[in-house]
């Protein structure tokens, strides 16, 4: 592809607004010893990809402007490097690109080797694009933070997952129901019926006073929150947790940075676990095999196409999808 150009959104600074995305003509990038230069089918966005373009994460991410944000994608194999071996020329993959690099919201884009898996053809590229980032955050929370058997063998352990609508929630309240699990979980009330619909036994409208209180409807305390809303204080997790209970935070604060030292340091039986998903392939493996299976559903709040990926980015930013946001080239 040495010489093709490509349509690209990139950022030029810091800033994160729709206005600063600016639509250019860019060199289609090459692969390296151990990536793939793929033609993208999907992308999907997280917050996180316009929390690091205001500069969240300044000065660490990202290294250079211009930056093409997105890192969680679908697409065909249309070049290796020599040290690859996994996957070929032709093939259909999911994978999830650096925050370094990003490169997402692009025609084409390389990915290293080692998060890339391949996309069989009951998975669609939207479902694919979809998991990286949030389905990945919602497997390593419930997983590896909360200790539960997505086998079904572990002990019932009762679940509190807030922002279940949402990208993370709603692979989190899926996957949570493949373990022993009693889920209970917030949203706004237009999303009750479809939260319920994907397996939660107790759903809480989180304006109201019980959702403002984390009351469980059935008294449930809580042995892990999966915490992916923001802005509720340990004051109010406290008392709906059992006796061991964990908060897994994936959106900390300084506050909650502080109440994790000082629980550790106290020894106190009830914790609160700030969480970084570190990505890993064969977790990204299992998610895609899940939703081949149909034992994990992407919900798609809206598809945007690359041209336009603008009105993506706003609804990103106003937080309020419902599932997955997906732009297509
Ligand atoms: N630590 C990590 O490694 C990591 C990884 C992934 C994501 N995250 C962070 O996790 C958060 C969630 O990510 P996401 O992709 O799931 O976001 P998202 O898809 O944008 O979440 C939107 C959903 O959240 C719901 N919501 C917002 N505030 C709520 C509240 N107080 N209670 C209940 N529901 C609420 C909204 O419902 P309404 O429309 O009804 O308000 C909407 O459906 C983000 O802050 C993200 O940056 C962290």
Redesign the pocket.
């Known amino acids: 592809m040495a010489g093709k150009v490509m349509q690209a959104i990139r950022f030029e600074g810091y800033g994160g607004r729709v206005a600063d995305l600016k639509h250019a003509e860019v060199p289609v990038p090459g692969p390296k010893k151990d990536e793939v230069l793929l033609k993208l089918e999907a992308t999907s966005l ?3 990809d316009w ?1 690091i373009m205001k500069g969240v994460l300044r000065p660490i991410l990202p290294r250079k402007f211009p930056y093409i944000p997105g890192t969680d994608v679908a697409g065909e194999v249309v070049e290796v490097g020599p040290g690859v071996k996994s996957v070929g020329v032709g093939d259909k993959v999911v994978a999830m690109l650096s925050h370094a690099t990003g490169g997402g919201l692009a025609e084409f884009a390389v990915a290293q080797e080692s998060l890339t898996v391949k996309r069989p053809p009951e998975v669609s590229a939207a479902e694919g694009a979809a998991l990286p ?2 389905g ?2 919602a497997h ?1 929370a419930l997983t590896k933070s909360a200790g539960i058997k997505l086998d079904g063998s572990g002990k019932t352990t009762n679940v509190l997952i ?9 692979y989190a309240v899926q996957l949570a129901k493949l373990g022993n699990t009693h889920v209970t979980a ?6 009750i019926d479809f939260v319920k619909s994907l397996g939660a036994d107790e759903v809480l409208d ?2 109201t006073p019980d ?1 403002v209180a984390l009351n469980s409807p059935s008294g449930k305390k809580y042995d892990a929150v999966i915490h ?5 204080p340990w004051s109010t997790f406290e008392p709906n947790l059992s006796e061991r209970g964990k908060v897994i ?4 604060n300084a506050t909650a940075m502080l109440t994790f030292a000082l629980k550790k340091l106290t020894l106190s039986k009830k914790q609160l676990v ?5 990505p890993k392939r064969e977790n990204l493996e299992y998610l895609v095999g899940l939703v081949k299976e149909g034992k994990l559903k992407t919900v798609v ?1 809206s598809k945007h196409p690359l041209s336009n990926a603008e009105d993506a980015w706003s609804k ?1 930013i ?8 997906i732009v297509e080239p």
Do not use: E
């Open positions: 997280n917050p996180v929390k980032v949030a990945l955050t390593q807030t922002a279940a609508s949402g990208g993370v929630g709603h917030t949203c706004g009330a237009r999303n989180y304006k959702g992916c809303a923001t802005g509720i935070d994936i959106t900390p700030p969480l970084l998903m570190i709040d990103s106003d937080g309020h999808a419902t599932g997955k946001i």
